[in-house]
Nanobody, 123 residues
Framework: QVQLVESGGGSVQAGGSLRLSCAVS????????LGWFRQAPGKEREGVAS???????RYADFVKGRFTISNDKAKNALYLQMNNLKPDDTGMYYC?????????????????WGQGTQVTVSP
């Protein structure tokens, strides 16, 4: 019932920018949240940013002031604008969705996941 496909990843130098996109095919829930997560090799998947149906957002401390999450409902797309990228931002980025309320950076809140898009930031 819900399918997500990420795109927009790539390789950039530190200080550069990328915009990730996630095509969302899902039922129109009255209550839902969307989020971006990332995972580096050997590490747990961690929450990056989240947005709920009311437009409320939540960001991980390590991206505050640099990343912006947005949801274009008309285009069924979720975005993550990433500015001032750092080498530590390197990882596989996933978009996720769940029929809930309130943005969450907890991966267990989400029931549906995309396949991921790779982001590599060189020093």
């Amino acid at each position: 019932q819900v399918q997500l496909v990420e795109s927009g990843g790539g390789s950039v130098q530190a200080g550069g920018s990328l915009r990730l996109s996630c095509a969302v095919s899902r039922s129109t829930y009255t209550r839902y949240i969307l989020g971006w997560f990332r995972q580096a090799p050997g590490k747990e998947r961690e929450g990056v940013a989240s947005i709920d149906s009311q437009g409320s957002t939540r960001y991980a401390d390590f991206v505050k002031g640099r990343f912006t999450i947005s949801n274009d409902k008309a285009k069924n797309a979720l975005y993550l604008q990433m500015n001032n990228l750092k080498p530590d931002d390197t990882g596989m980025y996933y978009c996720a969705a769940g029929p809930s309320v309130g943005p969450s950076l907890n991966r267990y809140t989400y029931a549906h996941w995309g396949q991921g898009t790779q982001v590599t930031v060189s020093p």
